[in-house]
């Protein structure tokens, strides 16, 4: 009989269902050392955020098959290290999403209507009625960041209740927001016009302070900012400062910078409800993140496949290690792709080329997807599922195949028509598995992919190269490589450089004023 381990405290439905195929053991606050000791002797470990499930834990699970996480996020898990195992890593992406939906919508009444205040001071045995004077939201403008599942619910409920819909969301499509009833607006529009702005996005480098100071300056003095999302998106010190001066009207978080919070002048406001991160905290939760995890281990346990699986799932060590260089490089491209087409995305063209066109190709192409949606949805997005998060975001893929194409072996060709144009990528894998970017619109390159590059399209002219160094150089931004492509002499190039260092704000729009320079991007991979 299979043997799970389960590490930290799931609720007893879940252990029920484990229990049909399984002999269950509940071990919760073992220490690492103890879980190494242990684990050679599990098929199964299904865990929640308390487990740190490292690659020491990993590789000593020998007899290990799934790896099953009660909530949203895997950051508690070596993901890398399961799949070079061959471990299967589900989670449940949706099992939360209409607690942490109705959550954001419980934060938005109660700061309309006052009513953590006044029940406080009913409790106190007064009745200040005109104290508590509250605002309706029917027919006000909600202003929502972020359209994935939560903020999709939000929607729909919002839009029941009488209110008009603005909404962000770089990766979604007009008709998917039309679908929705939202009107897709550029954030400045949507901090400008909405007298409700709620947060669903996951904090990345882009999204961190997104309510800056600057953005509060935009609002309106009768605006109403609510986060149930991520801690970081809003800068905290500004919001506190806004409220002081009365910039908006109020504000809900359920997420801070730092968990539990600390000392913070939020404290001080009485229109500001804080509540210690409550989103998914709901029975139904619970139990709907165990029964779901546990069901994919028992599917696991019996051969079948995981719905929700974050990397490949079902896929012996031997098949792994054969597609993992190619379906790093699909991910790398898509990922590189999105960050240069930029804006909302409409179409992916996926390519495979040279003998890559004989081989499958539904693993190459989902993970371009994953790639291409990676830096809006991070975890979120899977092998499993991304599929669907790109047909929900209107994002249409097409697939095509080319054996004819033989610059390498085998490569991929990716392209991506989105609201600020098209970009392609070309790459391929040399000899000894090493990913190279051969191709970036049409101009042929040869560089290994960096966790930071920039590449710039100008005029294939004398000094380019020099100014670029210089300016990098000045801003203390070291260039690890660079190359050159050019389709004639003196016409236009693409340049492409990996840095050492992030680019530092502001330097991207001087590169952009060099002579000659026609465009600049920057990517982090």
């Not at 308390?50 to 690659?55: L, R």
């Not at 909600?142 to 729909?156: A, Y």
Request: charged content about 25%; glycine content about 8%; aromatic content about 4%.
């Amino acid at each position: 009989m299979a043997k799970v381990l389960v590490s930290d405290t799931i609720d007893k439905a879940g252990i029920d269902i484990l229990s049909q195929v399984a002999q269950v053991d509940i071990k919760t606050g073992l220490p690492a050392e103890e879980l190494v000791k242990i684990i050679p002797e599990y098929n199964a470990l299904m865990l929640r955020s308390g487990t740190q499930v490292t690659q020491a834990i990993i590789e000593a699970g020998t007899q290990l098959k799934i790896i099953g996480r009660a909530g949203v996020g895997v950051d508690n898990i070596d993901v890398k290290a399961a799949t070079r195992q061959g471990i299967v890593v589900v989670n449940s992406p949706e099992g939360n999403t209409i607690a942490a939906a109705e959550h954001t919508l419980a934060m938005m009444l109660s700061l309309s209507r006052h009513i953590p205040e006044a029940n406080q001071s009913v409790k106190e045995k007064k009745w200040d009625r005109k104290k508590f004077v509250g605002a309706e939201i029917y027919k006000k403008t909600l202003g929502v960041v972020g359209l994935g599942k939560i903020g999709s619910h939000v929607v729909n409920v919002a839009k029941s209740m009488g209110m008009k819909l603005l909404a962000f969301d770089p990766f979604i499509s007009k008709e998917r927001a039309d679908q929705l009833g939202c009107t897709l607006v550029d954030l400045d529009l949507l901090f400008t016009e909405s007298d409700y702005i709620t947060l669903h996005i996951p904090k990345t480098p882009e999204t961190e302070h997104l309510i800056s100071t600057e953005a509060l300056n935009k609002m309106k003095s009768t605006a109403r900012l609510i986060n149930c999302a991520r801690g970081g998106i809003i800068d905290e010190s500004a919001l506190a400062e806004a409220i002081a001066n009365k910039k908006i009207a109020g504000a809900a978080l359920d997420v801070f910078e730092e968990e539990p919070l600390g000392e913070s002048g939020l404290r001080e406001f009485n229109n500001v409800l804080l509540t210690p991160h409550l989103g998914a905290s709901t029975a139904e939760a619970q139990v709907n993140v165990a029964i779901d995890v546990a069901e994919q281990i028992r599917d696991v346990l019996l051969g079948l496949p995981a719905r929700s699986a974050v990397n490949i799932p079902g896929l012996t060590p031997d098949v792994m290690e054969k597609l993992r260089p190619y379906l790093q490089l699909a991910e790398t491209l898509g990922n590189l792709v999105g960050q240069l087409a930029g804006g909302r995305i409409e179409r992916l063209t996926v390519r495979l080329q040279g003998e890559l066109a004989t081989n499958k190709s539904q693993p190459l192409v989902i993970a371009s997807i994953k790639g291409l949606l990676s830096r809006a949805l991070r975890e979120r997005v899977n092998y499993v599922n991304a599929s669907i998060e790109a047909k929900e975001r209107g994002i249409r893929v097409i697939e095509t195949r080319d054996a004819t194409i033989r610059d390498y072996s085998g490569s991929l060709h990716l392209a991506a028509q989105g609201s600020m144009g098209e970009h392609s990528v070309t790459g391929a894998l040399l000899s000894d598995g090493e990913i190279r970017i051969t191709d970036v619109d049409g101009f042929p390159i040869n560089v290994p992919p960096s966790n930071y590059m920039l590449f710039t399209v100008h005029r294939d002219m004398p000094g380019i190269i020099g100014k670029i160094g210089s300016l990098l150089g000045s801003f203390n931004v070291n260039i690890a490589s660079m190359q050159v492509g050019r389709k004639i002499v003196r016409g236009d190039a693409v340049m492409a450089l990996s840095l050492d260092d992030p680019l530092p704000d502001g330097l991207l729009t001087e590169i952009t004023k060099v002579a000659g320079i026609r465009d600049a991007y920057t990517v982090k991979l």
